[in-house]
């Protein structure tokens, strides 16, 4: 019998009809006669909304009691899930960090994960139980709660998943795979059947918002496969795993984000794999040139190239280096 891990976000479970139809995954799952745990974040912008109530409280919020105020979301959200899979006929049970024994250190809004005992959470599923363990919380030596920091969930089912030995870690989102490029800003970005681990981390610390840069280290550490799926498709999405992407174009995807009030910074992973070492960073500094950009300054590495660019023509420009290089 097969142990599957899944992580749901926050815009997954923002509401009754969305949680209802992850109930219906997570049952279909089961039904299928694999052990089944859930991890899930906060409802919507719950975690915004806690975040506002302490700086209307506080001016200078300890952190400890920040972690007990941001981890009742994630409780709200397991709670609610369970009492739905419960109506549906299935025995759920929702545990906190602390019930799931989850043990982190006392870095507080930012912890790590330092064990998993998963006694209580195996005994649950040897009893037919589907687990839901709230996501990006645990508690540290002195049983403190404890958050995870951005991207806790993540961590949490990824960890989870090591701790169990579970096969693989499948993580929800509203897309249903990596892509090239955010499809929300480049409507023609192509999907990502596989990518490295280290090609992962590379994405997250780009500014793409699909995992955790921690939640991967755990993963890449450990091997566990992750795969990314989304809720309105049986479709595997993307395997990230050892197996780099190895793409037939210059790059493996690219990304913008803020770097400072008038700049953006565009980053483009460079694939490796690709025969012609230079391609990405040569086809971009012609794209500079025939555009006659001025005031930009541009980083290559092994890794990636990066241009800092004026915010006016950042979109443009991504849209125009994707367009030429895959």
């Given at each position: 019998m097969k142990t599957i891990v899944q992580k749901y976000g926050g815009k997954l479970v923002a509401d009754k009809e969305k949680m209802r139809k992850i109930a219906q995954i997570i049952a279909s799952t089961y039904d299928e006669g694999n052990r089944v745990i859930v991890t899930i974040s906060a409802m919507g912008d719950t975690t915004n909304m806690l975040q506002e109530q302490i700086s209307k409280f506080s001016i200078n919020p300890n952190k400890r009691e920040i972690d007990v105020v941001l981890s009742v979301g994630e409780q709200i959200s397991i709670g609610l899930l369970s009492m739905i899979l419960n109506d549906m006929g299935y025995k759920a049970i929702s545990l906190t960090g602390w019930q799931a024994e989850i043990q982190t250190d006392s870095n507080y809004t930012n912890s790590n994960i330092i064990n998993i005992n998963t006694n209580k959470i195996e005994e649950k599923l040897d009893d037919g139980y589907i687990v839901i363990v709230a996501g990006f919380q645990g508690i540290d030596e002195n049983m403190n709660i404890t958050t995870l920091g951005r991207g806790g969930s993540d961590t949490t089912a990824i960890c989870l998943a090591i701790a169990i030995n579970a096969e693989y870690c499948e993580i929800y989102k509203d897309t249903r795979c990596i892509f090239t490029a955010d499809p929300k800003i480049?409507?023609?970005?192509?999907?990502?059947?596989?990518?490295?681990?280290?090609?992962?981390?590379?994405?997250?610390?780009?500014?793409?918002?699909?995992?955790?840069?921690?939640?991967?280290?755990?993963?890449?550490?450990?091997?566990?496969?992750?795969?990314?799926?989304?809720?309105?498709?049986?479709?595997?999405?993307?395997?990230?795993?050892?197996?780099?992407?190895?793409?037939?174009?210059?790059?493996?995807?690219c990304t913008k984000k803020e770097s400072s009030i008038n700049k953006d910074i565009v980053t483009f992973l460079k694939n490796k794999l690709y025969g012609k070492k230079n391609e990405a960073y040569l086809t971009i500094e012609k794209i500079i040139e025939e555009e006659k950009l001025k005031d930009y300054i541009i980083n290559n590495n092994d890794d990636i190239v990066s241009v800092i660019i004026d915010k006016k023509i950042s979109l443009d420009f991504l849209r125009t280096v994707h367009d030429r290089l895959i």
């Open positions: 480049i409507k023609n970005a192509k999907k990502l059947n596989f990518v490295g681990y280290n090609q992962m981390i590379e994405l997250s610390k780009m500014g793409a918002r699909v995992l955790a840069t921690k939640a991967i280290e755990y993963a890449r550490d450990n091997n566990l496969e992750i795969v990314v799926k989304a809720v309105d498709t049986n479709e595997i999405g993307t395997r990230i795993s050892s197996v780099e992407s190895s793409t037939n174009y210059p790059i493996v995807s």
